[in-house]
């Protein structure tokens, strides 16, 4: 199964920081689908204002962005399922979720 193999080579090299805000905790295959739980700290937001002016940003940008990156993936019909938590509270923040439709224009 192309997504448990995909997912235990990733978490090899778990957590991993992505950039200053976000840190990538896990990795996991649920059938055909890659689920990346992430940890946001934005010291200066609460919860709330992250969910309400970070969300459509983020959204579009991690949809382009595995668009391109793991288009092998969407080709291979395994969908992506990206988790955000707070790094303060442990809270879901928000769900982004991306498949081969998600890239279409």
């Known amino acids: 199964d192309i997504a448990k193999l995909a997912a235990a080579e ?5 957590p991993q920081d992505i950039d200053k805000y976000t840190k990538l905790l896990s990795c996991r295959a649920d059938n055909t689908t890659l689920i990346y739980t992430y ?12 969910k309400k002016n970070d969300y459509e940003r983020m959204k579009r940008a991690v949809t382009l962005g595995s668009c391109k990156s793991s288009k092998r993936f969407l080709d291979a019909d395994i969908s992506l399922k ?11 923040l928000f769900n982004i979720d991306v498949d081969k439709k998600s890239c279409v224009n």
Do not use: M, Q
């Not at 990733?10 to 778990?14: A, D, E, P, T």
């Not at 988790?83 to 809270?91: G, L």
């Open 10 to 14: 990733i978490s090899k090299s778990l």
């Open 39 to 50: 940890e946001l700290d934005i010291k200066t937001k609460s919860d709330e204002e992250i």
């Open 82 to 92: 990206y988790i955000y938590k707070s790094a303060k509270t442990k809270a879901d």
